[in-house]
């Protein structure tokens, strides 16, 4: 199963700003709502709150601490590993991970794929992706927007692949 992670940031890694995201872009709603649709994905229990409902066409894992939380139509876990098998023996191909940061932070390192919506604003957020080195990925596509009509900010939406060193060679 392929574990990929989907994010929009701000220049400075910022995801998040008193539990929203900082902007509304609705183009890079758009390919999130095409890239994600029919698949299983992973959240955190305070981005699902925040979105605050089931998306339509998808699976939601929802990771949280608390024993008692529950939410309509959707998958509640304890565990990053527990919502990773379960997603798998679902018999998924590529799940979602969506946020916070903490779930970023768990999934970064077995991530496989990484679609970067990167803002370039500085939003003040709050809230931000954990670090990582972008020399362990590969670029495949990229897509510049610019700030008219709707769009506040110029964004650009790219997608690497992990590069993995063959141990063969």
């Known amino acids: 199963m392929i574990i990929s992670l989907i994010v929009a940031m701000d220049e400075k890694g910022g995801i998040g700003k ?3 995201l900082p902007w509304h872009i609705s183009q890079d709603l758009q390919h999130f709502k095409e890239v994600t649709m029919g698949h299983h ?3 955190g229990r305070k981005t699902f709150q925040s979105i605050g409902k089931r998306l339509p066409g998808r699976t939601m894992i929802i990771l949280t601490r608390n024993p008692d939380f529950r ?9 990053f590993p527990e919502a990773l098998s379960l997603a798998e023996a679902r018999g998924e191909e590529e799940v979602f991970i969506i946020g916070g940061a903490s779930v970023y932070r768990e999934a970064l390192p077995m991530a496989d794929q990484l ?3 990167r803002v370039h604003t500085d939003a003040k957020a709050d809230t931000f992706f954990p670090t990582f080195d972008l020399k362990s990925w590969k670029l495949k596509d990229e897509r510049h927007f610019s700030a008219k009509g709707p769009n506040k900010y ?3 939406i790219q997608r690497y692949i992990r590069s993995r060193e063959d141990p063969g060679s």
Do not use: D, R
């Not at 939410?71 to 565990?79: G, I, R, Y």
């Open 154 to 156: 110029p964004f650009t």
């Open 18 to 20: 008193e539990g929203e």
């Open 115 to 117: 679609y970067l919506t």
């Open 71 to 79: 939410a309509e139509e959707c998958l509640v876990v304890h565990s």
């Open 41 to 43: 994905l992973i959240m």
